[in-house]
C-alpha cells in the first residue's frame, strides 16, 4: 500500500509544492469515503520520502508567515522525479488494492506521455479481463456445485452483478483509449 502513497505524493508534488495538511485532505478524497489515510502513515510516509532524497522542505513564503501559520511545504527532487516516472510505468500487481493504485495511477495522466497511458489502460483492460474469466468460472462452479437452490440463484445473480459492473468498466477504458488515440493523431498501440 506504501508504493501507491508513495505514488500519490510524488505525483502531487511534481507541480507545485505542498504542506502535508493538503496532502492529507487530496489523498482522503482521492481514496473515497470508506478508506481514509491517517497521519500515522502519511507522515513517516512524508519522512522517508524525505530521508531518501525524493521530496524536500522548502522555505514557507511570507504570506503564510504573516498569518502565523508554520506549515512545512515540500517540493519533489528530480531523483523523486525519476521515482514517480518509474512507479507510473511499474506494472500493478493483481491484489485488492488494485483499484486504488490504477486510480491514483489515472489521476497523474497529465503527468505521462500518451504511450503511457494508454500501456497502463491496456493493462487495466487485461485486468478486467481477468476478473471476467474469474467469475464466469465461479459461475460455473456454482452451477454444478451441491449448493441449495435459493443460494445458488442468489450467488449466480450477485457474479452477474459483478460482470455488468465489470462491462461498464470495460466501456469506460475504451472510451478512454480511444480518446487518447485519437489526440494522438489515430496511430495504433495495440
Known sequence: MNRI?????LGELIDRTMHGYLLYSIL?????????ISWGVLYPLIHGLENEALIEQV???????????KKKNYRITEEGKRRFYRLMEEPIDYKPEYELHFQIK????????QDLQLTILYQYKDYLKFLTRHIEGNVHDILKADIPEGERKNLVRLNKH????????ETWVDQNIERIKKKDGGSSHE
Open 5 to 9: 502513497y508513495e505514488l500519490f505524493v
Open 28 to 36: 482522503n478524497k482521492a481514496v473515497g469515503p470508506l478508506r481514509k
Open 59 to 69: 522555505a514557507e513564503d511570507d504570506s503564510e508567515k504573516e498569518k502565523g501559520k
Open 106 to 113: 489515472m489521476s497523474n495522466f497529465d503527468q505521462i506521455e
Open 162 to 169: 459483478r460482470l455488468m459492473k465489470i462491462e461498464m468498466d
